[in-house]
């Protein structure tokens, strides 16, 4: 995965998320969460606080990303984006598939969607889009799910052009 459009990708990535720090443990979870499922979350995820968010940590949250508040998400993506480019995440790919269908909600989901992205700028969330239109130049992404990221990539660009997200 290391072509020129990668490159490119993940120096936008860099410029796009800065690497914010993690929220408190109470701020994590997104506030539909029930008390007991919300106090599971926080717990795996504060094995991480201070340390890499890396490969282990992605693999944990990317089936939970439904379950995440705004500030989790801001604090998440920077190093959720870096790893869905590395030959890690296309060894398993469950972590970029999951990404993708977490940004192109059905109708019944999308309010909760934008809530989780609301602390995202239009910077970041025109990154989100190139990282999707990455995904379809991917072989294997085109193939396997076109229609989630086409409809990701809709999602994403109706909302940036309702003016959304702040510059």
Same mark, same amino acid.
Request: charged share 25%.
């Given at each position: 995965?290391?072509?020129?459009?990668?490159?490119?990708?993940?120096?936008?990535?860099?410029?796009?998320?800065?690497?914010?720090?993690?929220?408190? *443990?109470?701020?994590?979870?997104?506030?539909?969460?029930?008390?007991?499922?919300?106090?599971?979350? =926080?717990?795996?995820?504060?094995?991480?606080? *201070?340390?890499?968010?890396?490969?282990?940590?992605?693999?944990?949250?990317?089936?939970?990303?439904?379950?995440?508040?705004?500030?989790?998400?801001?604090?998440?993506?920077?190093?959720?984006? +870096?790893?869905?480019?590395?030959?890690?995440?296309?060894?398993? +790919?469950?972590?970029?598939?999951?990404?993708?269908?977490?940004?192109?909600?059905?109708?019944?989901?999308?309010?909760?969607?934008?809530?989780?992205?609301?602390?995202?700028?239009? =910077?970041?969330?025109?990154?989100?889009?190139?990282?999707?239109?990455?995904?379809?130049?991917?072989?294997?992404?085109?193939?396997?799910?076109?229609?989630?990221?086409?409809?990701?990539?809709?999602?994403?660009?109706?909302?940036?052009?309702?003016? +959304?997200?702040?510059?």
């Amino acid at each position: 995965m290391s072509s020129p459009d990668t490159s490119r990708l993940a120096e936008e990535i860099d410029l796009a998320f800065p690497i914010v720090e993690m929220p408190k *443990g109470k701020e994590l979870p997104f506030q539909a969460l029930d008390g007991l499922e919300a106090e599971h979350l =926080v717990n795996d995820l504060e094995q991480f606080r *201070g340390k890499p968010f890396e490969g282990a940590a992605i693999r944990l949250v990317h089936q939970e990303m439904s379950h995440l508040s705004a500030k989790a998400w801001r604090w998440i993506l920077p190093h959720y984006l +870096r790893f869905c480019l590395t030959p890690e995440a296309e060894y398993n +790919r469950m972590e970029t598939e999951f990404l993708i269908y977490s940004l192109g909600p059905d109708l019944p989901f999308q309010r909760d969607t934008l809530q989780r992205l609301s602390l995202l700028t239009a =910077v970041q969330i025109e990154c989100l889009v190139h990282f999707l239109e990455w995904c379809l130049d991917n072989k294997y992404w085109r193939d396997y799910c076109p229609n989630n990221i086409t409809k990701a990539i809709d999602f994403l660009r109706a909302n940036l052009a309702s003016g +959304r997200f702040s510059r």
